[in-house]
């Protein structure tokens, strides 16, 4: 479901009234907050998918780092997760069923959070996630309605994971022209971001004291870009040329990796940006789909050399500006 479709679904709901709700879905923000005192906030999300690499370890892994992301995300630190899980028991082994969660325990752990529980169904189509809490202080959440003309936008993981997902699946289906692109260190790399948690970025936000920040998922580089823009009421001005993407990418979009979520993050922004003479591969891989990516963080200026030296890998990708007729501009 794209960013348009949850906009006519929750349009006709009333939003919650409590002033204890911190952060609700009106902003299309990464996680709830919910005051529980003066220095304690709990931040509250669930995500799960499909498989998008077919090593169960690695999917249990890439699903639970995704799911953590939310809270990290919001300048929260996980506490307890719950297990999703919807299985075909009478197509696979529960032996991978098994992998699937310890590869998600494992990567929980390295959170320094906990399973507590879950709940499983059986299905026709294999699905994993969490259910995660997690808590923040009030006075330092990072909040995508907090950008501010002026700060830089730093970006903390290559993009374009979306679109190798899907070439990696053509090449396991036996589509020779996607196997001389999926090499062994091209897939290494990819797994390596999707795995790696954004908890080291968010806390280094907040060492900044950074109030802005997202997380790059389903929505895409530019959907998620657009929902700070408009949480904000600013500009985002992106430079596409300093986007850091997974090697790779471009050639496998090249020979036909896309997907309809692409498609469908692609006609959702671009009513919203103003572009200058943008490759089709380029506006692609912004638009593309993440699992598991980095945060998008809105950095005051003085502080960039600071967050830069902490977070391995952050790039400076634009900057945000006061708002202009488009939400955001690629140059």
Not at 64 to 70: G, I, K, T, Y
Not at 304 to 325: C, D, F, P, T
Request: net charge negative; proline share 5%; glycine share 10%.
């Amino acid at each position: 479901m794209g960013p348009g479709d949850l906009s006519e679904v929750l349009a006709p709901l009333p939003a919650s009234k409590d002033s204890r709700l911190l952060v609700g879905r009106e902003t299309f923000d990464d996680a709830g907050v919910y005051l529980l005192s003066d220095e304690i906030a709990l931040v509250q999300t669930v995500d799960f998918f499909a498989p998008i690499v077919d090593d169960p370890y690695d999917f249990g892994q890439i699903a639970a780092a995704n799911a953590l992301s939310d809270v990290y995300a919001m300048g929260g630190q996980p506490l307890t997760a719950l297990n999703i899980v919807a299985f075909p028991t009478g197509d696979l082994p529960l032996s991978v069923l098994t992998e699937i969660l310890r590869g998600g325990q494992d990567k929980v752990h390295e959170a320094g959070a906990y399973i507590v529980g879950g709940h499983s169904i059986t299905d026709t189509e294999l699905k994993y996630g969490l259910s995660v809490t997690g808590r923040a202080h009030p006075a330092f959440l990072l909040r995508n309605d907090a950008a501010k003309a002026g700060d830089r936008l730093i970006l903390t993981k290559p993009i374009g994971n979306g679109i190798l997902a899907t070439a990696l699946k053509k090449a396991s289906a036996g589509d020779e022209k996607f196997a001389p692109i999926m090499t062994e260190n091209v897939v290494a790399v990819m797994l390596a971001g999707m795995k790696a948690l954004n908890g080291p970025a968010s806390r280094a936000a907040l060492a900044a004291t950074v109030k802005c920040a997202t997380d790059i998922t389903g929505f895409g580089l530019l959907g998620h870009a657009s929902h700070i823009a408009r949480a904000s009421n600013v500009t985002l001005r992106i430079h596409a040329a300093s986007v850091p993407v997974f090697p790779g990418t471009f050639e496998a979009w090249s020979a036909g990796a896309s997907s309809d979520g692409l498609k469908r993050n692609a006609a959702y922004v671009e009513p919203m940006v103003k572009w200058t003479d943008q490759a089709p591969e380029m506006r692609a891989v912004l638009s593309d789909p993440q699992t598991s990516g980095g945060l998008l963080v809105c950095v005051p200026q003085g502080r960039v050399a600071q967050y830069l030296s902490k977070v391995e890998g952050a790039i400076e990708i634009g900057e945000v500006i006061g708002r202009e007729e488009s939400a955001i501009e690629v140059n």
